[in-house]
Nanobody, 126 residues
Framework: QVQLVESGGGLVQAGGSLRLSCAVS????????MGWFRQAPGKEREFVAT????????NYADSVKGRFTISRDNAKNAAYLQMNSVKPEDTSIYYC???????????????????WGQGTQVTVSS
């Protein structure tokens, strides 16, 4: 059974930085396309970023492009989200997801992801 555990969330001032981590167990990370999503209270889960199995391709939501960077270390079975120049509107619970599909399409639809972590809260103060 694949398990994902996010960490690194917290309170940060606007303009600051935060690095989220997603530890994966129960299967080689190299098998999965990884994605980061976020969900604020009363809102739909929103795509943030996704990365291919070998890390060679990435895709970002327009709202975070140029500020956030997704990466992965398959040897450490971990994925990361570096968040720079954060804004109050980035406040949300952040989730990492694993897509086990064999296709190579980087999905921005959260329904395409099969496994999820419990989430980590990020709060940006103005």
């Amino acid at each position: 059974q694949v398990q994902l555990v996010e960490s690194g969330g917290g309170l940060v001032q606007a303009g600051g930085s935060l690095r989220l981590s997603c530890a994966v167990s129960g299967g080689p990370l190299s098998y999965y396309i990884m994605g980061w999503f976020r969900q604020a209270p009363g809102k739909e889960r929103e795509f943030v970023a996704t990365i291919s199995r070998n890390g060679g391709r990435t895709n970002y939501a327009d709202s975070v492009k140029g500020r956030f960077t997704i990466s992965r270390d398959n040897a450490k079975n971990a994925a990361y989200l570096q968040m720079n120049s954060v804004k109050p509107e980035d406040t949300s619970i952040y989730y990492c997801g694993a897509d086990t599909d064999t296709v190579t399409i980087l999905q921005s639809n959260w329904h395409s992801y099969d496994y999820w972590g419990q989430g980590t809260q990020v709060t940006v103060s103005s």
